[in-house]
């Protein structure tokens, strides 16, 4: 079982950053790798960016390609996701999630442990 907390969020102008971080604790039985996802109101859960154990593999969704950095700390079991030139539209509640077989994915549902969110709003 692993239990997953979020933080960093809050309210930013457009063109600012924020670093977000996920702390994992409890214990998993093998590697797992790292998403993260976000949801604006009224609308669906959509995939930002996902890291595998080791931290040398990355995936971004599009709309966050160029802007958003994901890494890793194992050390700390922790995830990050820097968050640059931020936009309006990156307004969200963000929620980090565990994928038990290490596989990057943007499927929400190959997820196995999620964390409550953390809200980004950024003012224009």
């Known amino acids: 079982q692993v239990q997953l907390v979020e933080s960093g969020g809050g309210l930013v102008q457009a063109g600012g950053s924020l670093r977000l971080s996920c702390a994992a604790s409890?214990?998993?039985?093998?590697?797992?790798?790292t998403g993260w996802f976000r949801q604006a109101p009224e609308k669906e859960r959509e995939f930002v960016a996902a890291i595998n154990w080791s931290g040398g593999m990355t995936y971004y969704a599009d709309s966050v390609n160029g802007r958003f950095t994901i890494s890793r700390d194992n050390a700390k079991n922790t995830v990050f996701l820097q968050m640059n030139s931020l936009k309006p539209e990156d307004t969200a509640d963000y929620y980090c999630?565990?994928?038990?077989?290490?596989?990057?994915?943007?499927?929400?549902?190959?997820?196995?442990?999620w964390g409550q969110g953390t809200q980004v709003t950024v003012s224009s």
């Open positions: 409890g214990r998993s039985s093998s590697p797992y790798a």
């Open positions: 999630a565990a994928e038990r077989n290490n596989g990057l994915t943007s499927s929400s549902r190959f997820y196995d442990y």
